[in-house]
């Protein structure tokens, strides 16, 4: 709190403590300078790896990139071609319909194993930790396979639709059931590290909260409503923030399993951005650059919002 | 003690701030293209069927050991990593001196000036030995910027006599038209077998449907001058709906496990019949020559009939040297030691791949002409005689232009779009490209 009121007043609290008092000021003065050494190497990290390239980017996005003949300056000509490509937005909706499957649906999953792991005996509860954890160690690309083969046409998915004789789905090439389908191991592979930030939150409501509730002859559901959810509300913003802006900038899946088809159906913002920089020529490098720079705006705006949500709630657990 | 303190953390941000800076300076293992007299080269082989990547390292074997003057490493990349791994080579100034490259691809390289000019550095005579119908391959405004390795016509139709004949068909009258190709592919499909295979992915129908735009309109959907899109031709509507019917009649296999270049749905018996470049030729004989005295091939069927109408092009692979290498006099030398040296090399090249491919050279073809292997496979005679006559050459355009047409093809397929609502979107996103990279008069001009 001291340090978020601090960086309000924009003074340290070592300053405000000494305020008047020159020996204390003198002392405040050699915390300053431990606390910029000591974030003097995240400082030269940040320097290095992220703002200067991404100076360095701005500057080049007005060239026309060429890695054999001398750069053309073009101004903000491929901002306009990004920003004109509906291919770009199409990939922008893509991101935003699998982040709301895969985000939601992978919420009220792990709330649901959440609530189940805490009702069960500590070994059970350890037992099926490590089970419900275990997808969030494999790999992106074995899911990727893994869910490829079942859903073949003589797959496992199929399969079981053939005992109710329903013909084969083409799932990965039909493009209506594409995205759904690269969600379900998207949602598979997340659960296991939400259930467990969620089964933490859980374990930390009283429980006299709830016997206060019972007492007072709320059931089950009003249980839930009215005390569970409003005391996870912190907890489930923030897994809703990351989990959001993690989706949205899916690439793994949609590369192995359908390879952004069938006709663009899976085309997240970042496989249209690496698939724009596979193209050969100096055109797509720069579309490229460009269209990566716009998705971190696009993105950053997303978080903006979301983040002025987080902060009307902070009361919550006040 | 803050004194201390402070000494410490001094130097704990000391140490770290000196680890990251020379961690993110010191890479540099210098080119070393030069040791004791030796120039290396590194040489990327985008990978190909299994048998072209030992034929590779055996004659970069050979090569290395026959002579100490150049030496070639040789590195084998995916086809699907080739494009992203050699961009960022190139942004870091460290592609590799020789390169496979497609004809496809050549133009639009040595326009951006990323092609060494090959003519002052390989002997005019290797240029002489090349056939005249592929000279234009590999040239660009009159000069030479690839040595041409083989051609493999784009498009053949592999069918099972014997489930032809189980269907009651006539196996010896293959389909001539692409209504009959669907009747075929109708009564060839049961519940187990489906009649037939062809691209159904925009990456893929984007090359390998070339032949048949050219089959349906006698052109490629942008004028000749690249000026504009003519995507929007009625004779590419009935491309497209042979396409569609194939597709949603539910003749083919909606969810294909490997791409068009891979011929294993066929050689596995998966699909009765199947449209495939050449190379599966070679593909049947090595992995499935259970399947060759099941198979016959035929001209894949025109849309009205016609035989001569083009139904492939000629693809196929070159070596290229790269413009900014260190080395360039070597690594031409290593490609023309292997593609235009000894015809002997090349010979155990198509023997290798099972005579499904064709020499570009007029002294291999001679070496060849007295092997009986070579000239006697009856599927590539059906292919030199009735395919490759009529061949196209592969389009020189960038590849954006291909993709939005194939992107309509498998809209129409897959039922996202109509017909003639796919073509306009096609014929609006070519004028787009031809817009913002002013392809507009950049035609090839041999």
């Known amino acids: 709190m001291a340090l978020l009121e601090s960086a309000r007043t924009g003074r340290l609290p070592a300053e405000t403590v000494a305020h008047g008092k020159p020996r204390r000021r003198g002392k405040g003065r050699r915390d300053n300078l431990t606390a910029y050494l000591m974030i003097a190497p995240m400082a030269v990290l940040l320097g290095i790896f992220v703002m200067w390239p991404l100076a360095y980017s701005l500057y080049l996005s007005t060239f026309k990139i060429s890695f054999y003949k ?10 306009q071609y990004v920003l004109e490509s509906t291919d770009f937005w199409h990939s922008i909706w893509i991101g935003l319909y699998y982040a709301l499957i895969v985000v939601p649906a992978g919420i009220l999953i792990a709330l649901f194993l959440a609530s189940f792991i805490k009702t069960l005996s500590k070994r059970m509860a350890a037992f099926m930790k490590v089970t419900i954890y275990l997808p969030a160690v494999v790999s992106t690309v074995i899911a990727s396979v893994l869910f490829t083969f079942m859903y ?3 797959g496992v998915v199929n399969w079981i639709l053939g005992l109710i004789n329903k013909a084969p789905v083409a799932w990965l090439n039909d493009p209506d059931w594409a995205l759904p389908a690269i969600a379900v191991p998207g949602i598979w592979l997340g659960f296991g590290i939400t259930t467990l930030i969620l089964l933490a939150a859980l374990l930390d409501i009283p429980e006299s909260y709830y016997e206060s509730a019972m007492l007072d002859g709320a059931g089950f559901l009003q249980r839930l409503w009215y005390v569970t959810v409003p005391l996870l509300r912190n907890v489930l913003l923030y897994l809703f923030v990351t989990g959001f802006t993690l989706a949205i900038q899916m690439l793994d899946l949609p590369l192995i399993m359908t390879n952004g088809g069938p006709t663009g159906a899976t085309s997240t913002p970042n496989f249209f951005i690496f698939n724009s920089f596979r193209d050969m020529t100096p055109y797509a490098t720069s579309f490229s650059l460009t269209a990566s720079l716009l998705l971190f705006a696009v993105l950053g705006l997303i978080s903006v919002v979301i983040f ?4 009307s709630d902070k009361a919550v657990d006040g | 003690m803050p004194n201390r303190r402070n000494a410490i953390a001094m130097v704990i941000s000391a140490v770290m701030t000196a680890s990251l800076a020379l961690t993110g300076c010191s890479s540099g293992d210098g080119d070393g293209s030069s040791k004791n007299g030796t120039t290396t080269i590194t040489f990327w082989q985008q990978k190909f069927e299994d048998y072209q990547q030992a034929w590779f390292k055996k004659q970069v074997d050979a090569f290395n050991a026959a002579q100490t003057k150049v030496k070639v490493n040789l590195q084998v990349v995916p086809a699907d990593t080739w494009a992203q791994k050699l961009k960022a080579a190139q942004a870091a100034g460290s592609a590799p001196d020789v390169q496979t490259t497609n004809y496809g691809n050549i133009n639009a390289a040595a326009a951006n000036g990323e092609l060494a000019e090959l003519d002052g550095l390989l002997p005019a005579s290797a240029f002489d030995d090349i056939k005249a119908n592929v000279k234009s391959f590999v040239s660009a405004n009159g000069k030479h910027y690839a040595y041409p390795m083989l051609v493999e016509p784009s498009t053949v139709l592999y069918y099972r006599t014997d489930l032809a004949q189980a269907a009651g068909l006539d196996p010896k009258s293959p389909p001539k038209t692409w209504a009959e190709l669907i009747t075929w592919a109708q009564k060839l499909t049961t519940s ?19 032949g048949l735009q050219y089959n349906a309109c006698g052109h490629l959907p942008v004028a000749d001058d ?11 509507e009935q491309l497209l709906q042979f396409y569609k019917d194939l597709y949603q009649g539910g003749y083919m296999p909606k969810t294909p496990k490997v791409g068009y270049a891979d011929g294993s749905p066929y050689g596995s018996g998966e699909v009765a019949m199947m449209a495939g470049g050449s190379w599966v030729v070679g593909q049947l004989k090595q992995t499935f020559p259970a399947m060759i005295a099941k198979t016959a091939v035929a001209p894949f069927p025109s849309m009205d009939g016609d035989a001569t109408k083009p139904t492939a092009t000629l693809g196929g692979w070159t070596l290229t040297v790269d413009a900014k290498s260190k080395s360039k006099q070597s690594a031409a030398d290593f490609v023309n030691w292997l593609l235009a040296g000894d015809p002997s090399i090349m010979t155990d090249f198509f023997k290798a791949s099972g005579y499904s491919k064709y020499t570009v050279r007029t002294s291999v073809d001679q070496a060849l002409a007295g092997n009986a292997d070579a000239t006697s496979d009856p599927f590539m005679k059906v292919i030199s005689d009735q395919v490759v006559p009529y061949g196209k050459q592969e389009p020189a355009y960038p590849w954006d232009i291909a993709l939005a047409f194939g992107t309509a093809i498998e809209s129409a397929m897959k039922n996202t779009a109509s017909v003639p609502d796919a073509l306009k979107k096609a014929d609006s996103q070519i004028n787009d490209v031809i817009k913002k990279q002013s392809l507009a008069g950049t035609q090839p001009q041999h």
Do not use: H
Request: aromatic share 14%; charged share 20%.
């Open chain 1, 152 to 154: 073949q046409d003589e």
């Open chain 2, 226 to 236: 690249w000026s504009k899109a003519n995507a929007t031709d009625a004779c590419y």
């Open chain 2, 192 to 210: 187990k077998v489906k009649g037939m295979t062809i691209a159904s992915a925009a990456a893929d129908l984007g090359w390998s449907s070339w």
């Open chain 1, 70 to 79: 001398d750069p053309q300056f073009v101004g903000l000509q491929f901002y």
């Open chain 1, 308 to 311: 002025r949500l987080i902060r």
